[in-house]
């Protein structure tokens, strides 16, 4: 593959990722925010498509053309810069996969309980408590800055 093709799938797949977080974190944030169960519920079920769709594939292109274009630096382990950043990713990859998305899977789970009887129980507000704590990033989790807007 070409240079410019390795290049154009990178950007690509930073903006799939970045905007993926971007949007599913304001929307589920302001779904939260209407306490109720039903937008609750659809907003978290999105959280999960989009994941899959979106996160993952944002991810994945990322990685493999990162790795692609690396090779113009001398690999990763060439200069510090591309090594620290290759390192942040992976340990931002780390934290998504064993933190935060059994937080969405038990958020998930949940929810489909609660569409149907209305009530939020307060293990739904921890999860998105202790995930907004953990997360490196506002992925699947409460945007402070959004959080005080009333």
Known sequence: MSHDTWV?????GVVVFLGNLVVTAVWKTLAD???DASVIAYAQRLVTITDVSFTATGAALITLSGFALADDWGGVTGPS????GVGLFAAA????LTI?????IA??????RFAATG???DRY????????CSAPSPHCCRLRTFSSWR
């Open 119 to 121: 009530a939020i129980p």
């Open 100 to 104: 935060l998305i059994p937080i969405q």
């Open 93 to 96: 990859g780390l934290i998504w």
């Open 125 to 132: 507000w921890r999860l998105a408590q202790r995930c907004t």
């Open 107 to 112: 958020q998930t789970r949940l929810s489909r």
């Open 8 to 12: 154009a799938l990178h950007v690509l």
């Open 81 to 84: 810069w591309l090594t620290v």
């Open 33 to 35: 925010r209407t306490r």
